[in-house]
C-alpha cells in the first residue's frame, strides 16, 4: 500500500511558503504530535482515572474536565519546546502565555491560538471530540515580548489554521490557504496519512445543525430559518434532516463532507453567541471557506471581525454555501 504521511506532505508542500524557511511545516509537525499523543489518551479516557471533572473552572466559567487540562498541557509542551511558537492563546488559560522568554522561542515567529479540547463536556460520554488551531504570523520584529495587537489580527490574516477529530477515526485536518487537506491517523503505524486530499464542501446540503432547545431565544431571522429547513418541499429536498452533537468540530467535519449548515448564534443567554471567535470560529470559518464554503457571524464576514479580546465570542452561520446565503436573506428580510 502507498501513502503520504503528514510529514511527507508538509514537506513536499514548504514550497508554498517562499518566505518560510521551514518553520511552518515544523509548527505544523509539533501540532500533529501534540494530537497523537492526545488521541491516545482520549482513546484510554474509559480506562485510565483521567476521566471526570477536575474540579477547577476555565475562564469561561465553565467547569473544566481532565483531559481538557492534559490536551493543553500536551499542545503547550509541543509548541514551546518546538522553538517555532512564540506565543499561545488557549481556552484554557485568561491571559496568553508568551514564549519569548524562553531561550529556545526568543525568536519564533509564529502565534498559536488552540481550544485544546472542543466539546469536552461530550467525553464522559464516549462521543467525538477534538482540538482545534489557528495559526498567525508576529506583526514585530522577533526577539522581543509579543504585543496584543499582534494576537488580535483579523481571522483572514491566519497563516494555517486546523482541526483534530478525535473520533471512530482520527482526523487532522488542516489548511494553509490553499485548499484543505484531511489526514486519517494509521494507528498500526502512528501515522497521519492524507486520506482525503483537497476536501470540497458541497455548494448545498440538506442537514440543519443547531441546538434547538434554544429555538425560544433564538431572534427571528434563525427561528424563520428553522421553520424554512422544516417546510416540505420536493425540489429542495425538504424538510431538511436536523443533526446536532454539541461537538463544534464533530458537527463541521459531517458538514464538511456531506453538506449542510452549523449556526450557533446569539441567544439571551449568549448575547455575542457562545463559540469563541479566535479558536474556534475563525480557524473553522477559514478552512470552511478554503473548501469553497461561507462562514458569517450574521451580518459580517467571521474572518472580517475585529477582535478586541484574546477570549471574545462570536454568533455563527457557517457550512455549504449556498445554505448560508439563505440565512442572510433571511436576517436581510427581517432588518
Ligand atoms: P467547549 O469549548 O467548552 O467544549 O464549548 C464549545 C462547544 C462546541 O463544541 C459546541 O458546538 C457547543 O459548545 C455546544 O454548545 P451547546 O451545548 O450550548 O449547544
Ligand atoms: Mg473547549
Same mark, same amino acid.
Given at each position: 500500500?502507498?501513502?503520504?504521511?503528514?510529514?511527507? =506532505?508538509?514537506?513536499e508542500k514548504q514550497g508554498d511558503f517562499p518566505y518560510a524557511k521551514g518553520e511552518l511545516s515544523r509548527l505544523l509537525r509539533d501540532i500533529g504530535?501534540?494530537?497523537?499523543?492526545i488521541n491516545y489518551e482520549v482513546n484510554k479516557a474509559g480506562l485510565a482515572d483521567i476521566l471526570g471533572e477536575h474540579g477547577v473552572q476555565n475562564?469561561?466559567?465553565?467547569?473544566?474536565?481532565?483531559?481538557?487540562?492534559?490536551?493543553?498541557?500536551?499542545?503547550?509542551?509541543?509548541?514551546?519546546r518546538g522553538g517555532e511558537c512564540c506565543y499561545i492563546a488557549s481556552e484554557e488559560h485568561e491571559e496568553g502565555i508568551d514564549l519569548t522568554t524562553?531561550?529556545?522561542?526568543?525568536?519564533?515567529?509564529?502565534?498559536?491560538?488552540?481550544?485544546?479540547?472542543?466539546? +469536552?463536556?461530550?467525553?464522559?460520554?464516549?462521543?467525538?471530540?477534538?482540538?482545534?488551531?489557528?495559526?498567525?504570523?508576529?506583526?514585530?520584529?522577533?526577539?522581543?515580548?509579543?504585543?496584543?495587537?499582534?494576537?488580535?489580527?483579523?481571522?483572514?490574516?491566519?497563516?494555517?489554521?486546523?482541526?483534530?477529530?478525535?473520533?471512530?477515526?482520527?482526523?487532522?485536518?488542516?489548511?494553509?490557504?490553499?485548499?484543505?487537506?484531511?489526514?486519517?491517523?494509521?494507528?498500526?503505524?502512528?501515522?497521519?496519512?492524507?486520506?482525503?486530499?483537497?476536501?470540497?464542501?458541497?455548494?448545498?446540503?440538506?442537514?440543519? +445543525?443547531?441546538?434547538?432547545?434554544?429555538?425560544?431565544?433564538?431572534?427571528?431571522?434563525?427561528?424563520?430559518?428553522?421553520?424554512?429547513?422544516?417546510?416540505?418541499?420536493?425540489?429542495?429536498?425538504?424538510?431538511?434532516?436536523?443533526?446536532?452533537?454539541? +461537538?463544534?468540530?464533530?458537527?463541521?467535519?459531517?458538514?464538511?463532507?456531506?453538506?449542510?449548515? =452549523?449556526?450557533?448564534?446569539?441567544?439571551?443567554?449568549?448575547?455575542?453567541?457562545?463559540?469563541?471567535?479566535?479558536?474556534?470560529?475563525?480557524?473553522?470559518?477559514?478552512?470552511?471557506?478554503?473548501?469553497?464554503?461561507?462562514?458569517?457571524?450574521?451580518?459580517?464576514?467571521?474572518?472580517?471581525?475585529?477582535?478586541?479580546?484574546?477570549?471574545?465570542?462570536?454568533?455563527?452561520?457557517?457550512?455549504?454555501?449556498?445554505?448560508?446565503?439563505?440565512?442572510?436573506? =433571511?436576517?436581510?428580510?427581517?432588518?
Amino acid at each position: 500500500m502507498s501513502f503520504k504521511t503528514l510529514g511527507q =506532505f508538509i514537506i513536499e508542500k514548504q514550497g508554498d511558503f517562499p518566505y518560510a524557511k521551514g518553520e511552518l511545516s515544523r509548527l505544523l509537525r509539533d501540532i500533529g504530535i501534540a494530537a497523537k499523543i492526545i488521541n491516545y489518551e482520549v482513546n484510554k479516557a474509559g480506562l485510565a482515572d483521567i476521566l471526570g471533572e477536575h474540579g477547577v473552572q476555565n475562564v469561561q466559567g465553565e467547569k473544566q474536565q481532565k483531559l481538557d487540562v492534559y490536551a493543553d498541557e500536551q499542545f503547550i509542551q509541543a509548541l514551546s519546546r518546538g522553538g517555532e511558537c512564540c506565543y499561545i492563546a488557549s481556552e484554557e488559560h485568561e491571559e496568553g502565555i508568551d514564549l519569548t522568554t524562553q531561550p529556545y522561542s526568543k525568536d519564533a515567529k509564529y502565534i498559536v491560538c488552540i481550544d485544546p479540547l472542543d466539546g +469536552s463536556s461530550n467525553i464522559d460520554l464516549n462521543v467525538s471530540v477534538g482540538s482545534i488551531f489557528s495559526i498567525y504570523r508576529r506583526k514585530e520584529k522577533e526577539g522581543q515580548p509579543v504585543a496584543i495587537h499582534e494576537v488580535l489580527q483579523y481571522g483572514h490574516e491566519q497563516i494555517a489554521a486546523g482541526y483534530v477529530i478525535y473520533g471512530s477515526s482520527t482526523m487532522l485536518v488542516y489548511t494553509t490557504g490553499k485548499g484543505v487537506n484531511g489526514f486519517t491517523l494509521d494507528p498500526s503505524i502512528g501515522e497521519f496519512c492524507l486520506s482525503h486530499p483537497d476536501m470540497k464542501i458541497p455548494e448545498e446540503g440538506k442537514t440543519y +445543525s443547531i441546538n434547538e432547545g434554544n429555538y425560544l431565544r433564538f431572534p427571528q431571522y434563525v427561528k424563520d430559518y428553522i421553520k424554512y429547513c422544516q417546510m416540505e418541499d420536493p425540489i429542495s429536498q425538504r424538510p431538511y434532516t436536523s443533526r446536532y452533537i454539541g +461537538s463544534m468540530v464533530a458537527d463541521l467535519h459531517r458538514t464538511m463532507i456531506i453538506g449542510g449548515i =452549523f449556526l450557533y448564534p446569539e441567544t439571551q443567554q449568549y448575547p455575542q453567541g457562545k463559540l469563541r471567535l479566535l479558536y474556534e470560529c475563525n480557524p473553522m470559518a477559514f478552512i470552511i471557506e478554503q473548501a469553497g464554503g461561507k462562514a458569517l457571524s450574521g451580518q459580517e464576514r467571521i474572518l472580517d471581525i475585529q477582535p478586541t479580546q484574546l477570549h471574545q465570542r462570536s454568533p455563527i452561520v457557517i457550512g455549504s454555501k449556498k445554505m448560508v446565503e439563505k440565512v442572510e436573506e =433571511f436576517l436581510m428580510e427581517n432588518e
